[in-house]
């Protein structure tokens, strides 16, 4: 038995089309997903209306994500601190594109599983840890080694971290496939794993493909997104385009240049400039790209 185990989609529809169409080229009609359908990307329709075929016409088992617990909490508590902009905008933009078909879909996951089939070993599945969608497990962590010394079987997949990697810890193992849609290294090829089960072990083939990034890219324009959520569509869009990831140092710089000039910063009401200035310290602009600066490569040329 072959399972192809993905993770961490964040609206991104050109790479999940790419890792279903390998995927379903090799023969493979069992999936697993662990979570982050939507968010960060444009289009979250495009990439549900997928799920909903997978779903449909290949046995799967889905995990719910931080993501869809961040769209489910803001539904019920009708919280209004989203608007637009850089901190909070992408959230709402994919918010305001789901309809209660998604709703009622992420409502319907579990955030933790054990995968059971006669004849094959157990194993577990989240999307952060068995007990929360958003705790990070990376390898050698002591948080992670104790998840996984209290695992009732031998294996753990799990997502959020954006990282592939295997860890192993006193005979239990960690999985994590890696990032699909907003994948970190290997140049930003979109990543996914494979088991290949023979009824007494799971192989774990880590997979990294090429796409057509270009279709994903020129949607962040078209769909205003650039508009909506202009420094954090411009570090996602950088991400993509290079696997270096830097959203979280510009949030947390943009942050910082607000308390050090209002005395405080209350996220998501960060200033739009504030964005400006800790893209441009990370020499990127507004499209994602790199822009050349004194010992770059690019600089170079």
Not at 44 to 65: A, D
Request: charged share 25%.
């Amino acid at each position: 038995m072959d399972i192809a185990v993905f993770s961490d989609i964040h609206s991104n529809h050109s790479a999940l089309q790419a890792c279903f169409d390998y995927a379903v080229g090799k023969g493979i009609t069992n999936f697993i997903l662990l979570g982050d359908y939507v968010s960060d990307c444009p289009n979250p329709q495009k990439t549900m209306q997928l799920i909903y075929v997978m779903k449909q016409y290949f046995n799967c088992r889905m995990i719910r994500g931080n993501r869809e617990d961040y769209f489910l909490n803001y539904r019920k508590k009708g919280l209004d601190n989203w608007h637009r902009g850089s901190a909070s905008g992408s959230l709402l933009y994919t918010y305001e594109n789901l309809t209660d078909r998604d709703f009622n879909f992420f409502e319907s996951l579990p955030i933790y599983e054990v995968w059971a089939q006669k004849g094959f070993p157990k194993f577990e599945m989240c999307h952060g840890s068995p007990e929360s969608s958003k705790e990070l497990l990376f390898r050698d962590k002591r948080n992670t080694r104790k998840v996984l010394s209290h695992l009732s079987t031998g294996m753990l997949l799990h997502g959020h971290n954006h990282v592939q990697e295997i860890y192993d810890y006193r005979g239990k193992v960690s999985l994590n496939p890696g990032s699909i849609g907003v994948p970190w290294y290997f140049d930003g090829k979109t990543q996914f794993t494979v088991l290949h089960g023979n009824g007494r072990t799971w192989e774990a083939e880590n997979m990294q493909l090429e796409y057509d990034r270009s279709e994903i890219l020129k949607e962040f324009a078209s769909s205003k997104l650039t508009e909506i959520a202009p420094a954090w569509a411009a570090v996602t869009m950088h991400t993509i385009r290079t696997g270096n990831d830097l959203n979280e140092t510009v949030l947390l710089r943009a942050m910082r240049l607000c308390e050090e000039e209002c005395g405080e910063a209350n996220w998501p009401d960060i200033p739009e400039k504030y964005w400006a200035i800790a893209l441009r310290e990370n020499f990127i602009d507004l499209a994602g790209k790199d822009i050349p600066h004194k010992g770059s490569a690019l600089s170079q040329l």
